[in-house]
C-alpha cells in the first residue's frame, strides 16, 4: 500500500501560502512599475512634466489601482508574515542576518498600518456617497481612484522592502538545515596519517 504523505499543520500550510502570494506581489509590483516608467519616458519632457495632463492622470490612477489589487491576496496574511519574519529574526544567528532587515521590518508595519487606516476611511467614504454611486459611475470611480492614490506610496514600500521577510523565511531555512547536518567524526593522527577518532 503506497504511503501517504503526513498532512501539513494548518498554520504551516497558511504561512506557505502567504509567502508565495508576497513573492507573487513582488512580481507585480515590478512589472506594474516597470510598466509606468516605460509610459513616463515616452510621455514626459526632460522636467518630468506630463505632456497630457489628463493621460498623465489615467495612467497613474491604473498603475495604483493595479498594484491594490495585486497586494490584495498579500494582506490577509501580512500581519502574521510581520509577526512571524520578527520572531525569526530574534533566533536567527548574526552572520546569517542583514542589518537591514529590522528597518525594512519597521517600515512594512507602518505601511500595513497605514493602509489598513485607509481601508477604514475607504469604507466610510462608501458608506457615504450618493445611493445612486454606484461602482461604474464617474462619482465612484474618482473616489476609488482618489483612495488608491493615498494606498500607492504604502504598496510601493511593501514592493520595496517586501523581500526582507522573504530573505528572513530562507536564512531560518538555511539556520535549520546546517543545525541538523551530521557533524563528521573529529580526526586525530596516527602513525603519521589520520583516523576518524573512535566514540
Known amino acids: 500500500m503506497p504511503r501517504k ?3 501539513i499543520p494548518r498554520t ?6 502567504s509567502l508565495r502570494r508576497l513573492n507573487a506581489y513582488l512580481r507585480d509590483s515590478e512589472r506594474i512599475l516597470a510598466s509606468w516608467d516605460a509610459f513616463t519616458e515616452f510621455n514626459t519632457d526632460l522636467d518630468g512634466w506630463p505632456f497630457d495632463q489628463d493621460a498623465y492622470g489615467r495612467r497613474a490612477a491604473l498603475r495604483d489601482a493595479h498594484t491594490a489589487v495585486a497586494f490584495a491576496d ?5 500581519r502574521q508574515l510581520l509577526a512571524t519574519a520578527r520572531l525569526q529574526l530574534q533566533h536567527l544567528p548574526a552572520h546569517l542576518t542583514r542589518d537591514s532587515w529590522r528597518g525594512q521590518l519597521t517600515i512594512l508595519e507602518q505601511a500595513l498600518h497605514h493602509l489598513e487606516a485607509l481601508d477604514s476611511r475607504w469604507i466610510q467614504t462608501r ?4 445611493a445612486d454611486a454606484r461602482p461604474g ?4 470611480v474618482d473616489a476609488l481612484d482618489e483612495h488608491h492614490a493615498e494606498c500607492w506610496s504604502y504598496l510601493d ?5 517586501g523581500r526582507a521577510i522573504l530573505d528572513i523565511h530562507a536564512a531560518t531555512r538555511r539556520a535549520g538545515t546546517r543545525a ?11 602513525h603519521g596519517g589520520y583516523r576518524a577518532a573512535r566514540r
Open 5 to 7: 504523505d503526513l498532512p
Open 12 to 17: 504551516m500550510a497558511h504561512r506557505r501560502t
Open 74 to 78: 498579500v494582506r490577509s496574511g501580512a
Open 127 to 130: 458608506a457615504q456617497l450618493p
Open 137 to 140: 459611475t464617474e462619482q465612484y
Open 157 to 161: 514600500d511593501w514592493a520595496c522592502h
Open 180 to 190: 541538523k547536518r551530521p557533524q563528521l567524526p573529529a580526526l586525530r593522527p596516527r
